[in-house]
């Protein structure tokens, strides 16, 4: 079983959290950002504050720290959202069935609660770890965007991945 931690809502689980996800985010930088990325040390810091109302933190039936999640840029209004990109960052230890099952949940928790259509996810081509985890969640390769950006100043394709309620729910 796992649980998703909304950081924002208290203080407490963030001052708990917050090493693990520094730790997590330094480790797998390399496939979460670009060459226009802001350093490190301030980037945790504003990725948690701009994504909070949609970041959150995985930890097993424990509370033990396996990873984090969060959705950003969104399509749609006040009223309804369409659709949204997926970033993950899972914790050594948690890869295999329980990067799986907790995909599940938070896939069903984006359909559910929040009436997403599309959830959409970017990756690098050389990330097969979450290529295999979306794949395995119902995503489906939609196009390679050729040298989208910058990494270590040379160009960077990026693949994209999309999973559509209606799909999921068919074969759900």
């Known amino acids: 079983m796992c649980k998703f931690i909304n950081l924002s809502a208290n203080y407490l689980l963030t001052l708990r959290y917050m090493p693990d996800v520094e730790r997590c985010f330094r480790k797998y930088y390399k496939y979460l950002q670009d060459d226009f990325s802001p350093p490190f040390l301030c980037n945790i810091t504003i990725l948690i504050n701009e994504k909070s109302t949609f970041f959150r933190v995985i930890t097993d039936f424990y509370g033990k720290f396996m990873g984090f999640v969060y959705l950003d840029n969104f399509t749609g209004n006040e009223k309804y959202l369409y ?90």
């Open 83 to 172: 659709s949204a990109e997926l970033t993950t960052c899972f914790d050594r230890c948690a890869w295999g069935s329980f990067t799986r099952y907790s995909a599940k949940i938070f896939l069903k928790k984006c359909f559910d609660e929040l009436g997403l259509y599309k959830i959409k996810a970017q990756i690098y081509p050389e990330n097969h770890r979450v290529r295999t985890l979306l794949k395995n969640s119902g995503f489906v390769y939609e196009a390679t965007l050729k040298n989208e950006t910058l990494r270590c100043g040379k160009p960077q394709d990026i693949e994209v991945y999309s999973l559509y309620r209606d799909y999921y729910y068919k074969t759900r």
